[in-house]
């Protein structure tokens, strides 16, 4: 049985489609995609997160405690200030993507993808063992809206006294939105400036509603997971399920540089990441275009020229910003310099594409 946000009322009332994500009840449009996903990169729009999972570590040892458990050096982010990491396996491989914030000396919050919630929560906890630190999931406390887009600042300002010139990227703030106690954050999963609002799950219709006046002149309009996932495609930001899977270490996903081999002490799965480092990743992740109409998909067979199966799409989709489709896929070293030619079965057709760099699309 699926879950529900406290936003699910007011998505009905909008006339949104729905679609189980995770688990959860979530609206995936309310009309049309491509206009969802055009407002954000012109103007701004609205999304319902409340399905991610909050995890909260406290005490003296809480940044010990996290450097033991990620990949990550989280006791070297600033106090009101986030970073991108992972949690991996001991045989690296990737357990879930992860934002961490750190909102106090010995206070972290760890956001997760909502269907990984609790095998991150579990991980944590068993991680701590031996640290002074309290790890608890906090997911069920807090309710999650994004404002994302060219406007979303503008928009945010109406209804906060933050001083949001100052709330630089991947940083957090406590404040005060439309009356409410919140956690301010400017980051985002689609390639715009945005905010992300941490609300209690009580104050979050309030808040939706004042969003949605306060951009009105904007043109904001709500948006669903269909948009999103284009939105972070043409970003070149992995999804979990899609890119990032524990068969994989970061090292294929070309993100490497987020393991912090020089922090002290040990951290679980820095053997085997060591290990993949100094032998270097077979297959890396490659952004594919095509000129056809037809879209590369996920789980679609990637093709060398000489008609051997060289790997396989994790993401794809028509660009509704660039005007042709796109693709993420894991291809041997060797095949995913830009400009290799590959092709792509799609349905029984090869459909010719070229490697190029990614992101696909950055913001101006």
Known sequence: MSRYTPLTELHEELGAWFTDFAGWSMPVRYGSEIAEHESVRERAGLFDLSHMGEIELTGPEAGASLDHAIVGHASKIGIGRARYSMLCADDGGVLDDLVIYRLADDRYLVVANAGNAAVVAAALQDRAAGFDTSVRDTSDEWALIAVQGPAAAAIVERLTSVDLSALRYYAITTGSLTGCEVLLARTGYTGEDGFEVYCRPGD??????????????????????????TLRLEAGMPLYGHELNPEVTPFEAGLGRLVAFDKPGDFVGRTALAQRRDEGARQVLAGLASAGRRAPRSGYTVIDPAGGVVGHVTSGAPSPTLGHPIAMAYVPVGLHEPGTKLLVDIRGKREAVVVVPMPFYRRP
């Open 204 to 229: 979050a219709a309030r808040i939706w509603a004042a969003l949605t006046e306060a951009g009105s002149s904007d043109g904001l309009i709500p948006a669903g997971l269909a948009c999103r996932d």
